[in-house]
Structures are given as structure tokens and as C-alpha cells.
């Protein structure tokens, strides 16, 4: 009990410093995904895939074992109530969906694999295979195109310098206004004239304290500059 014992006295003390900032709203916001079931959902093999690197140089037959095999993983994670990488990581998934072993031998001569793993996990890792195998070449897995944006340079680095600046001002991480993938999601976002409104960056508390001051410096209405202080701070154009 020792472990929850402070949990509540503490959750008071948050919530009182939260209203003393006027910050409530903004963590009632962030807590909202945390009660949506589908959070806890299993992530969609094809989704979880893609995560891993260098899966490209695989093969449509290839990547259809890899995707049995990172859909076997999850469910088994869910079981255990761990990682996913805790029970094989990543690379050695991608070896064995390169390699294709067909019996618990070649399986056990894979870099990464270890035994006491094998023994508990090899021949459903080798049902996994053979259900890949078994898939018409037809519905075999294909990736999509790698159409990743280069942004103009030098833009998400000023973005990113703004975010530190207002961070400081607000004393709050900086990762918690906009980490670097939300802001080349930004930039990306704004370089192909979508809506910036349906973006995360608008959602919420984040429109007034990040987002809108960012579209304003993208867009070139304000700008940065050194005041008497030596601090750096918008400068309107």
C-alpha cells in the first residue's frame, strides 16, 4: 500500500497549483485519450510494422511474414502484460522475416533469438510464418509509397527554437507544447495549404499557446528578435 499511499494528498496538491496557474482545462484536455477505449486498443499490425527500420528491403512475401509475425507479438504482449520488444525485438523480427526459417533449428541460429524464448514461443512463431506463407500472391503485403516531405530549410529549426523560448516563458516542457515530429507535422501541414485547424498543434489549449504563434511565424505576419533584455521574442512585421 505503500506505493498509492500519497496518491491522493498528492492529486490534491496538483490540482490546487493547476488552478492557481488557470491550467486545469489544460490537463483535463490531455487526459481525455486515457479515457477513450480505443487508446488501449491493439495497434494494427501494418501500423506497428512500420515502425521498424529498414523494413523496406523486404519483399512483399517478406513483409507479409513480418507482419504475421509483429501481430503474433502484440497478442503476446497483451498476454504477458509487457513489451512487445521484451519478448523479441524488433531486429530479429526483421531477420526472421528475411531469413524465413522453416523448423525451431534455423529459428535457434538467428542473431537475437534467445533460447529460453525459443522454447516458449518457437512453434507459434513458426505458425505465424507458415500462415504468411500461405497468402496469395495477391493479398501479399505491400507498402505504401514513401512519400515523406522535405520542409524548406531552416524552418523547423526556428520553429523548434520558438517552442524552447515559449516553453521557458510558460514553464513547461517543451516536449509537451510541440516535439519535433508535431512540428514537421506543422510545417509539412502548412506547406501543402491544408486546414491548420484540424491540426493538433489547434486543438485545445495548444491553439492560443503554441499553435497560433507558430502559423503567424510561418506565414511571415511576425518574426524573432533580440529585445533590450537580451531575451528573444516575436517582433510583429
Not at 96 to 119: N, T, W, Y
Not at 162 to 177: A, H, N
Not at 185 to 192: G, K, P
Request: aromatic share 6%.
Amino acid at each position: 500500500i505503500d506505493d498509492v499511499r500519497y496518491l491522493v494528498p498528492v492529486y490534491n496538491k496538483l490540482v490546487e497549483r493547476l488552478k492557481k496557474m488557470n491550467r486545469l482545462d489544460w490537463v483535463k484536455g490531455e487526459v481525455l485519450a486515457w479515457e477513450d477505449p480505443q487508446t488501449f486498443a491493439l495497434p494494427d499490425p501494418q501500423k506497428r510494422m512500420m515502425k521498424i527500420k529498414n523494413l523496406r528491403s523486404l519483399k512483399p512475401r517478406n513483409l507479409t511474414v513480418l507482419k504475421e509475425l509483429v501481430s503474433w507479438r502484440e497478442g503476446e504482449a497483451v498476454q504477458r502484460d509487457c513489451l512487445p520488444k521484451n519478448i523479441v525485438r524488433d531486429e530479429t523480427l526483421l531477420e526472421i522475416a528475411r531469413k524465413v526459417p522453416k523448423d525451431l533449428k534455423m529459428l535457434s541460429e538467428l542473431r537475437g533469438f534467445h533460447q529460453k524464448e525459443l522454447s516458449k514461443s518457437g512453434l507459434s512463431m513458426l505458425s505465424a510464418i507458415e500462415k504468411a506463407m500461405g497468402v496469395p500472391e495477391e493479398d501479399l503485403t505491400v507498402l505504401p509509397e514513401n512519400n515523406g516531405h522535405t520542409t524548406v530549410r531552416g524552418v523547423e529549426e526556428l520553429l523548434a527554437a520558438y517552442v524552447q523560448i515559449r516553453s521557458e516563458e510558460l514553464k513547461i516542457e517543451p516536449s509537451v507544447l510541440a516535439d519535433r515530429k508535431q512540428i514537421h507535422s506543422f510545417v509539412t501541414h502548412y506547406e501543402h495549404k491544408l486546414d491548420m485547424e484540424e491540426h493538433f498543434l489547434f486543438q485545445g489549449w495548444r491553439k492560443a499557446f503554441i499553435g497560433s504563434p507558430m502559423l503567424s511565424l510561418l506565414s511571415g505576419k511576425v518574426g524573432l528578435k533580440i529585445d533590450a533584455s537580451g531575451q528573444v521574442c516575436l517582433n510583429d512585421s
